[in-house]
């Protein structure tokens, strides 16, 4: 495990309540067009990696699919388990997998790869679990970061918050460009092809605000909950300037998300 992975099992303990009332609600709008790239359909074997909530898992069982399952966390995994019930759902940690080789038509993860350190290891355990001439369908990010994932990164670096330096950073700061990304799927699949998706996430500033940064929900929660109050305060006028722009209906704000979807076969 890298320090990168042992990082990531901390800052994600505890944190399925919070997730799935926040972030999980814009990570699902990616999980249709993954489905679809995935080749989820009636029948299908359909392994749903880093599951989180269980929303890619629930999609797939809409589908009539036969649902596997899995994420490090296990509150993630019971959140899931009752989201899918109908799902195998496991507690499991990239790049060990508790599946037989070819287990699988399709394996499919939503806003994963981006939280394993060393992504090739990982994406070499998923083609061994693939049937031959299985798919494979992920999303990432777009880096560097933009729209709403940028908001409260931004917001701190207009108070001058520093980058903590026991805080590890995503190798897909690397990897979250198309190119990037295409090449490092194609290292170990065929006929990889990388899209960009982008869409409007509406949401209440308050209710992002206290279920994202001030719930520690990703790296950057981690590194304002550091800071005093007074520094907390000022991030967050920052932020509530950064929104003034993406004003829509109803006190709500309309922010463009922007990420990637890469699928191949093995």
Known sequence: MTEFDAYERELWAGRADAYEQGFARLTAHAVEPLLDAAG??????????????GIVAAGALRRGAVVAAV????QMARTAARNAPEADVRVAVLPALPHEDAAFDAVAGNFVINHVGEPETALRELRRVLRQDGRLALTCWRMPGSGVLALVRDAMDQVGVPWPDDVPLSPFLEYGRPD????LVGRVFRDVAVEELTWDFEFKPEEWWRTGAMARVGSNGVVLARQDAATIARVKEAYDGILKPYAARSGRVRVPAHAL???ATR
């Open 40 to 53: 989820v359909r009636a029948g299908r074997r359909v392994l749903d990696l880093g599951t989180g909530p």
């Open 71 to 74: 994420d490090a966390d296990p």
């Open 180 to 183: 990037a990304f295409g090449d």
């Open 261 to 263: 979807l890469a699928h």
